[in-house]
């Protein structure tokens, strides 16, 4: 199993619970390693900016800004990222209360974190290939 799969046994066959989509990731970058590279980079960038965004606004600013990632998750193959950032688009988008809100905030926090992690782990092994 690759640093860009989860830790379950069964990540291995089931891309939905892969942390990075590998195959897809390498479809929508033509195989070409540093294009991939330089799209995970602007991801993880892009996630800090759009979670400073989110952190605290108004729904409808989160809405947007969840929206972003969703596009953005779905383009590298993060799969629980594009999820929780839908959710979080649905919940703002909704009147389900400031509290579900937050949790939903904080999924999308947990799915990034986990993304990033595996992300880095990646372009560290890139940088030892090389």
């Given at each position: 199993?690759?640093?860009?799969?989860?830790?379950?046994?069964?990540?291995?066959?089931?891309?939905?619970?892969?942390?990075?989509?590998?195959?897809?990731?390498?479809?929508?970058?033509?195989?070409?390693?540093?294009?991939?590279?330089?799209?995970?980079?602007?991801?993880?960038?892009?996630?800090?900016?759009?979670?400073?965004?989110?952190?605290?606004?108004?729904?409808?600013?989160?809405?947007?800004?969840?929206?972003?990632?969703?596009?953005?998750?779905?383009?590298?193959?993060?799969?629980?990222?594009?999820?929780?950032?839908e959710q979080?688009?649905?919940?703002?988008?909704?009147?389900s209360g400031?509290?579900?809100?937050?949790?939903?905030?904080?999924?999308?926090?947990?799915?990034?974190?986990?993304?990033?992690?595996?992300?880095?782990?990646?372009?560290?092994?890139?940088?030892?290939?090389?």
């Amino acid at each position: 199993m690759t640093a860009m799969t989860a830790t379950s046994a069964s990540a291995g066959s089931d891309p939905q619970r892969a942390v990075i989509d590998d195959d897809h990731l390498g479809r929508m970058t033509l195989g070409d390693r540093r294009l991939e590279r330089e799209v995970l980079e602007i991801f993880v960038r892009q996630t800090v900016i759009m979670l400073e965004r989110i952190a605290g606004a108004e729904p409808a600013l989160a809405a947007a800004a969840a929206h972003t990632l969703t596009g953005s998750a779905r383009g590298i193959g993060a799969w629980r990222v594009a999820r929780a950032a839908e959710q979080l688009e649905r919940v703002a988008n909704g009147k389900s209360g400031r509290a579900a809100l937050d949790e939903a905030v904080e999924e999308l926090k947990s799915a990034t974190v986990e993304a990033s992690a595996a992300i880095a782990a990646r372009l560290g092994d890139v940088l030892r290939g090389h």
